[in-house]
Every structure is written in structure tokens, then in C-alpha cells.
């Protein structure tokens, strides 16, 4: 109309005010990278660049009419950053989901996995951290969201995601070039993998072919466990070659020597940081112990996250709730090499009241 080359919807959020654009459909966000709709039920995701200290991650429900404000410049995540002339906090909407700058430094956004091939992933919108290659998967089960932070699996560089035609996942890594396939680690968890150069190769008498295969001791019962890992070829009517392996689970390596937490009040929401100490049966710091942890938070609501011990035997956690109340910070399993969490002895569990 008159050389416009696109038309506003007469519903939109902002049409005839004298503040804000026409077009625009939601405010507040810094710099979102990336944003998705899930394919199966029309929400959109919006993952959105810090400024400092936190990288955050938006949701927006089909029905929403728009017209929402993300927070930014006054809220970055859930933390106030710049509040002059801001209105009262009720004019915000808050992500579903943050990290600090302790677990990576630039958030990209994934995208709802809608595939057949992985059940255990279906309807979990996965993420990564630019830095670190650390991945997170979002789920809202009756209006509440969990999340769960997986140890790096590509490093540093992971700056997009897409969606083939039958909902599989792709992962794209700047700095080396590689586009990677997200899928699932076994039939019993989500835990993503990537899987490099996973289809194609040949195979030739004589010539040896390395596979990596990684195993998760993590949640196994102590014992011993055997099966067949199995190499299928593309070609028509090709037999499968099935390699026998086992693994060996035990609970003699680990213990969690101490649980520190330390709470901090906020507007109308409560930081909470803990650490765990991860020590072997002599009593040595055990560094690259991956240990799992549950929140639960004062409303009850819990959250399960995962970090990677460092070389003084500290794995770091953070979480944000509604609060005052009590927050507790539970050990699930700590697993390295095979071994898992020895229970013996240690203190599994700590609370603090945050006023």
C-alpha cells in the first residue's frame, strides 16, 4: 500500500501506540540468538545474549496476543541491571530458563525436538552455550519447567541449530566447520551426544576402524554388565556385525566430602549457590567427576543439573527461585572412569533458609 512492502495486522499488540511502533509484537529482548517455533504446537523460544552476567532463554505460548517485554535494559534474566525509569517488575515477563557467566559466556538457541527416532527427547527444546559447548534441554510438564545441563560435547563454537524435514536436530560449530546430528545416548535418559562422521566409512578385510563409544556408569546398580554393540551398513540386505562389549560398575572410588551453600535475597526472587566436594576414599580431591544435583525450591519446585568437578575437587551450582523459604541442594550420583557415588558416610543432602 503506497510502497510499503509489507502490511501490519490490525491486532497487533501496539497498533495506535504513540510509543512504540506499529510492527513491533514483543519488546525487551538484547540480543536474541537464536529463535524457534516448535514445530508441533506453534510456541516460540527466544534465546537471548547477555550483557554480563547472565544468558537467558524466553518462551512465548502460541495463544499469546504478544505484546510482552522481555526485561531488557532493566532485567537482564531474572537480575535487575539498569532500572531507571523502568515500571514496577509486575510489567515484565521473566525466561523460563538462565545460566550465569560460570557456565559459559553466549547462549544459542536450539529448537524443539519433534523427531520418532528418540522418545526420551520428544518435546524438549535443547540448547548450548557459545564458550564451553555445554547443552541444556527445557521441559514444562503442568506449568513447570525443569531443566538439565549436560557436560560439553563439542567445545567451543556451537552457533546454530536446525530441524530436518522429519524433526531430527543439527548442531553447527564455527570453528571447525563440522555440522553435527543430536541425538539420544541410550533408551533410558536424554543425555545428547554428537555424533561426528557417524554415518558413511568403509569397512575393508584387514583394515582397522576406530569407533568411539562413550558409556554413562551414571544411575547403573554395582555389577558388571555385557551386550553387543552393533555396526549396520547401508548397503541392501547387509548383515549386522555385532561387537561384544561389557562394563564394569562399582562404588568404591568416590564420595561427596562437603556441601557448601551460600543464599543471597533479590526482587522478589532468592540466588542460591552451592558447591560439592567431590573427594576419592583417600581423601583426595577428585578432579573431572561429573556429579548430578537436585534443587528444590521453596514452592517445592525442583531442578536437576550437572557439572564437572575441577582440579580442587569443586563442582559449582546456582539456582534462581520464588522465595523467601528453603532451598536444598541434593546429591543424585557422582561417576568418573566407571565409578559411581559411594553413599558411605557422606552428607547427601543440605538446606539453608534464605530470608
Wanted: glycine share 14%; aromatic share 12%; proline share 8%.
Amino acid at each position: 500500500d503506497g510502497g510499503t512492502p509489507y502490511g501490519i495486522p490490525p491486532d497487533n499488540p501496539f497498533v495506535g501506540d504513540p510509543t512504540t511502533l506499529d510492527e513491533i509484537w514483543a519488546l525487551g529482548v538484547r540480543n536474541p540468538w537464536r529463535v524457534a517455533f516448535d514445530r508441533l504446537t506453534g510456541d516460540l523460544y527466544v534465546a537471548d545474549v547477555g550483557q554480563n552476567t547472565w544468558e537467558e532463554v524466553d518462551f512465548q505460548p502460541a495463544a499469546s496476543p504478544g505484546g510482552e517485554n522481555y526485561g531488557w535494559r532493566c532485567y537482564e534474566g531474572n537480575h535487575p541491571y539498569n532500572t531507571s525509569g523502568c515500571g514496577p517488575i509486575g510489567d515484565y515477563d521473566f525466561p523460563i530458563f538462565e545460566y550465569d557467566h560460570g557456565e559459559g559466556c553466549s547462549v544459542t538457541g536450539g529448537a524443539v525436538y519433534r523427531g520418532l527416532d528418540y522418545p526420551a527427547m520428544y518435546g524438549h527444546y535443547l540448547m548450548a552455550d557459545y564458550c564451553t559447548g555445554s547443552f541444556w534441554s527445557l521441559a514444562q510438564d503442568a506449568g513447570t519447567w525443569s531443566d538439565f545441563q549436560y557436560p560439553a560435547v563439542t567445545g567451543f563454537g556451537i552457533v546454530t541449530f536446525g530441524e530436518g524435514r522429519d524433526g531430527q536436530l543439527y548442531a553447527g560449530n564455527i570453528s571447525n566447520g563440522i555440522i553435527y546430528r543430536v541425538v539420544d545416548a541410550g533408551p533410558t535418559d536424554a543425555l545428547p551426544w554428537l555424533a561426528e562422521g557417524a554415518t558413511g566409512g568403509t569397512l575393508a578385510p584387514g583394515v582397522a576402524v576406530d569407533v568411539p563409544v562413550t558409556f554413562d556408569a551414571a544411575g547403573l546398580a554395582v555389577g558388571n554388565y555385557a551386550g553387543n554393540l552393533v555396526v549396520a551398513s547401508d548397503a541392501a540386505n547387509a548383515p549386522l556385525l555385532e561387537v561384544p562389549v561389557s562394563l564394569e560398575v562399582t562404588d568404591q572410588a568416590l564420595r561427596s566430602a562437603f556441601i557448601g551453600l551460600w543464599g543471597a535475597p533479590l526482587p522478589n526472587f532468592r540466588y542460591v549457590r552451592g558447591v560439592v566436594v567431590v573427594r576419592d576414599l583417600a581423601n583426595v580431591p577428585a578432579p573431572d567427576a561429573m556429579v548430578t544435583i537436585t534443587w528444590t525450591r521453596p514452592n517445592g519446585s525442583t531442578v536437576m543439573r550437572s557439572a564437572i568437578s575441577n582440579a580442587s575437587g569443586l563442582a559449582w551450582f546456582q539456582v534462581i527461585g520464588p522465595g523467601p523459604g528453603n532451598f536444598t541442594l541434593t546429591v543424585n550420583d557422582i561417576a568418573k572412569d566407571g565409578y559411581l557415588f559411594d553413599a558411605a558416610g557422606s552428607v547427601l543432602t543440605r538446606t539453608i533458609a534464605v530470608p
